[in-house]
């Protein structure tokens, strides 16, 4: 099991910046993947950015070169570093990680969600 806790999110103007948290409960370094998503209202969650424990990173077109995902192994901790944010950014955002396990089964585990909201 992972538990995962989000932190960070918030009111911001549109042009600003914020900086998400996913702290893990257990060490990120044996969680094959890591990442965000977010669910605006009336829309479906989409994939915002992911990142793996060799650090490969993916992004959503819509936020690629406005937000930066990273890791700190040693916090057991992921982030998003979001600049240049938009009013269509606005969302909750979910912390996501996907485990594998020597059985071959795959853990998918979920944030509580913290809320983004970017006002015009």
């Known amino acids: 099991q992972v538990q995962l806790v989000e932190s960070g999110g918030g009111l911001v103007q549109a042009g600003g910046s914020l900086r998400l948290s996913c702290a893990a409960s257990r060490s990120i370094i044996v969680i094959n993947a890591m990442g965000w998503y977010r669910q605006a209202p009336g829309k479906q969650r989409e994939l915002v950015a992911t990142i793996t424990n060799a650090g490969t990173t993916n992004y959503a077109d819509s936020v690629r070169g406005r937000f930066t995902i990273s890791r700190d192994n040693a916090k057991n901790t992921v982030y998003l570093q979001m600049n240049t944010l938009k009013p269509e950014d606005t969302a909750v955002y979910y912390c996501?990680?996907?485990?594998?396990?020597?059985?071959?089964?795959?853990?998918?585990?979920w944030g509580q969600g913290t809320q983004v909201t970017v006002s015009s």
């Open positions: 996501n990680a996907v485990k594998k396990y020597s059985d071959s089964s795959v853990g998918n585990y």
